[in-house]
């Protein structure tokens, strides 16, 4: 049995492969709100109805040294919004995220890492 490799994940965004990850190649995927909303109707009765004002939200470290950084540095001070695709490459599966731009960039000034932080409305599509 293979052991999961966490270097294997890849980051493309604006069709560039991302590189110069930090130490701990970590990454985080999450969804800010429900998809799902629950109501109560007038009669009491149920219903579940989608939530489109949900967000994903992805988090990746990368060196300060790094060559792609500078490059998401601009494109969040510019407001570029585009397509972030994430690949495993342990197991082969790919996350597209459309109508993604960056929030944040967050770290001290003399971190050795610093935290890209993408907002994404849609994951493959949906």
Known sequence: MAVYDAKNIEFVWRGITLSGTGDDHAYNISQQNDSITSYKGVQGEGLNIINYQRQWRITR???????????????????????????????????????CVIMNISGEQDASTRTVTWNALYRNGK
């Open 61 to 99: 470290t990368f060196k300060v040294d790094s060559v792609s950084l500078p490059m998401l540095i601009e494109d969040n001070l510019n407001n570029v919004e585009d397509t972030l695709i994430v690949r495993d490459l342990n197991t082969g599966i790919s996350d597209t995220f459309d109508n």
